[in-house]
């Protein structure tokens, strides 16, 4: 298991999502923001537009999916 934060993610803040896998990471992420919105916090409303047009752009979000994963792999092991 490996540790990221939103912000590590590209959120506002520092909320811990521990996963085994970088994919896990990304989804527990994207829960986080939409229930963060949902819930009124104006600061996670960017990370959130961002992450449903994030495939609008395919290479744009191929290189932001690459950068996560690798981000994810040089995590330590917890």
């Known amino acids: 298991m490996k540790t ?3 912000r590590q993610l590209g959120g506002p803040c520092d909320h811990k999502f ?3 896998t970088a994919d ?3 989804k527990d992420q994207d ?3 939409r ?3 949902k819930d009124g ?3 996670h409303v960017p990370a959130r537009d961002e992450m449903k047009n994030r495939w609008r752009h395919p290479k744009r979000a191929m290189d932001w999916y690459s950068a996560a ?3 994810f ?3 330590p092991e917890e």
């Open 35 to 37: 229930q963060a919105v």
């Open 18 to 20: 521990r996963a085994a």
């Open 73 to 75: 792999a040089e995590l």
């Open 41 to 43: 916090d104006a600061a």
């Open 69 to 71: 994963k690798k981000a």
């Open 31 to 33: 829960r986080h923001l």
């Open 4 to 6: 990221m934060t939103c």
């Open 24 to 26: 896990q990471a990304i």
